[in-house]
C-alpha cells in the first residue's frame, strides 16, 4: 500500500528523530501549556481549575480500516473523538498527547499524513500536542491520544445529574456514521472482487465525512454557555444514543421516555438505510460514532433552546420506575435496549 518512489524507512531517524520530524510546526497556543514536547514530561498549569483528562486507544483493523481510510483523515478522527469527552463533561480542551506504535510497512510519509491529520486537528479545536511516544508493533497501526482540559467545578457537567421532568436533548443528527460505514464496507467488497470497479460514492459525501471524519461539538458547549444553560447531565454519542441514554439513566437513577419522531435523522442517511433494507431508527439508536452531545436540561430552559437548529429536544426523564422506554411512531411503548458499538470485537452485537 505505501510502497513508492519517494518512500523513507522510519528507521533512518529513529525514535527521537521520528518525533522531532514529526512534531517541530506544532505552536504552542494555550497559556496552560508550559512545557510541551522536549523534555522528560510536560508542564501544565490550569491556575485552580479542575483538571479533565481522558484517553482513547485506537487499533487498525479493529477500529478502523485502512483500504479506505486516508491517514489524514484518521489523525484528524483520533484527536477529535478523544476531545469530545473533554467537550461531553461541559469542559474546555487544551492539550493532547499522542503514541503511535507502527510496524514495518509504514513510511515516513504515511507517519506524515497521519500528522498533518494531527496538525489540522489541533489547529481547528486549539489545544497543543504536548507530549507522546513512538514504538515499533507487529499488529499494523495502533493510536492512544489522551486529551487534557480544564473547567471550573460549578461547571462540569457529569452523567448522574439529571432530574425528573428534565429535557433529553442531542445535538446535531444521527446514524450517519453507522451508515456511512456499511457503504465504504459495501465497496471495499465489490472492489476485492473486482478491482476494476472503482468506488461508487458520488452523491454520498455528507455519511462518508460522518464516518471518517467526524466533528466533536465545541460549538455545542460554546452555544449552551452563552444561552446560559448548564446541562443537568451530559455524554457523547459514540456508541449508539440507545447505550448512551441508558449511561444517564443508570447513573441518574432515573427512567426516560424517548420519541421515536424527535430523533433527528439527516435525508440522506434515512434514504441509504433504506437502501440498505436497514431501519434508520436503528442506525440512530445502536450505531455510534456519531461523536454528538447528549443532554438534559431544566424545563425551565426549554424557551432558550427551542429554536436552536443544532440541538433537538427528543425526549424527558421520568422516575426510574418507569423505565427507559422509546415511544415509536405509532405511539407503541418498547423497552430501550442497548446493542451498540462493541469495541473489543469492533463490530455490531
Known sequence: MFENKGRTEIEQLGEFGLIDHLTKNFEIKNKSTIKAIGDDAAVLSFEGKRTLISTDLLLEGIHFDLSYTPLKHLGYKAIQVNLSDIYAM????????????LSSKFPLEAVEELYQGISIACEKFGVDLAGGDTTSSKQGLVISVTSIGYADEKDICYRNGANEGDLLCVSGDLGGAYIGLQLLEREKGIFLENPNIQPDLEGK????ERQLKPEAR??????????????TAMIDISDGLASEI???CKQSDKGCNLYEEKIPIDPMTYD??????????VCALNGGEDY????????????KIRNNPDISIIGHMTEASAGCNLISKSEKVHPIKAQGWNSLKGNQE
Open 218 to 231: 465545541k460549538d455545542i458547549v460554546e452555544a449552551l454557555k452563552l444561552m446560559k444553560i448548564k446541562p
Open 292 to 303: 454528538e452531545l447528549l443532554f438534559t436540561i431544566k424545563q425551565s430552559d426549554f424557551e
Open 90 to 101: 461541559n469542559g474546555t480542551a487544551t492539550q493532547v498527547t499522542v503514541s503511535i506504535g
Open 205 to 208: 459525501d455528507y455519511i462518508v
Open 272 to 281: 441509504t438505510a433504506r437502501d440498505f433494507g436497514i431501519d434508520p431508527t
Open 246 to 248: 441508558l449511561h444517564i
